[in-house]
């Protein structure tokens, strides 16, 4: 295992690059390659390795990777249930086609030991080595059982064996020895923050998320505390549950991303990011654009909520959680800008048939926007993904910054937004 598969998965991000053609899986893994630079200048190398075996097992205890397979031809069941699969024990009276589908299925669950194993190992080799593989494998997903450790070096909260460092401990301990002025606002947001998710109803997961969110508060005191960042924490909380580690991703997530100017006070950023956003569904759904602007829809009344929660206000947990896996290794405004512009490029058709503004917002900021990915997440994320990157990149979005400097645009919406999440 571990490096042995090397040349073959080299070969797989070879014909990854020839079937998206030369220019376009350039253009494709731009986001990646980008953000990644500003997260490898700080990475050090894992000081503990994690062993192909530790990962094999790993992916075995997980239930979402050993889904019982058939067989391509007769597509009898290859294995009883997923328990057998995780061992490796075949159904009974198999018929011949079926034993070269395990041998396909063995082989595919190797290469991903072989992936995960030289991701966790070898992070910044392994993302420039095979950054369309990389990205292939975003798209479907972290494995559950590895995606604490995974994010943890995306946000740098971590290294393989998920251990930080003692700096971020002593100043997290030290910082949560004061209570911040917000913390009644902060105790009244994680009570109901993902109330249906056993996890966030229990005493000991509130008094961690309280903890981490009067420690951010006090770490920017200047900022303090935004109605928003429980929906950034939450995701990050459910997969660590560490909250010494969560403050930390937290706060590198800022740092990384450049997120202050979008929940200080001023909210400078947000209103740049309105803009950007405006003028790229201008172009890339310019028919429900176009009936936005007659029906003089404010996409600002929307968008506020959308970005500020991290689209967390209705997008269901398991659409959030498949989402960070993109967003922290190809960046948060890109990740929420396509986002964004996929829901509404899939909800064109039903939109333009409203003509009554209220009822456009009603959608936009409720769970319905969401119904016409019926629940498939893999389909939600592949529509993400499948997106042109090219007016998501930051050479384009430095563009349109520049024309928004020039313009210096007043925000009337922005003051009503302020008023709401700082009062």
Known sequence: MGLSSLPELLQLEKSLEEAHGLVSSTEQTSLLLSHFELISSQVSSPSCEVSADEI?????????????????????????????????????????????????YKHAVSLDV???WFLLNSFPCCVMTLPNYTRLMLTHGIPPALRSRIWGLFTLAGNA????????????????????PDISIIVKDVNRTFPEISMFAEY??????????????????????????QFIVAPLLFHFKDDLKTFNALVKIFELNKLRPIYDHEMSGLHLWFFQFDKIFETEVPELYAHFKELNID???????????????????????????????????????????????????????IQDSE?????????????IFQQ????????????????????????????????????????????????
């Open 114 to 116: 072989s992936f995960w």
């Open 299 to 353: 996409i600002q009344m929307f968008l506020a909520q959308w970005f500020l929660s991290f689209f967390s206000i209705t997008i269901p947990f398991s659409f959030l959680i498949r989402m960070f896996d993109v967003l922290l290794l190809e960046g948060v405004k890109s990740t929420l800008f396509r986002v964004g512009i996929t829901v509404l490029s899939k909800n064109t058709d039903l939109l333009k048939t």
């Open 56 to 104: 094999e097992k790993l992916l075995q205890s997980d239930g979402d990777f050993n889904l019982a397979q058939c067989c391509n031809k007769c597509h009898q069941k290859l294995f009883y249930n997923d328990e057998c699969a995780s061992k490796g024990e075949l159904q009974a009276d198999l018929q011949p086609c079926c034993y070269e589908s395990v041998e396909r």
């Open 204 to 229: 000991s997961t509130k008094t961690k998320f309280e903890n981490i969110l009067n420690a951010y508060s006090i770490f920017d005191s200047e900022m303090g505390y935004c109605q928003g960042l």
């Open 161 to 180: 064996q998920g251990t930080t460092d003692n700096y971020m401990e002593n100043l997290y301990h030290s910082l949560n020895k004061d209570v911040s």
């Open 359 to 371: 009822l456009i917002y009603q959608h936009l900021l409720s769970e319905n926007c969401w119904g």
């Open 376 to 423: 498939d997440v893999d389909l939600f994320i592949d529509s993400v993904m499948s997106l042109p990157v090219n007016h998501y990149s930051s050479e384009h979005l430095s563009t349109l910054e520049d024309v928004f400097s020039k313009k210096g645009i007043e925000d009337p919406i922005l003051e009503r937004v302020k008023m709401r999440l700082y009062g």
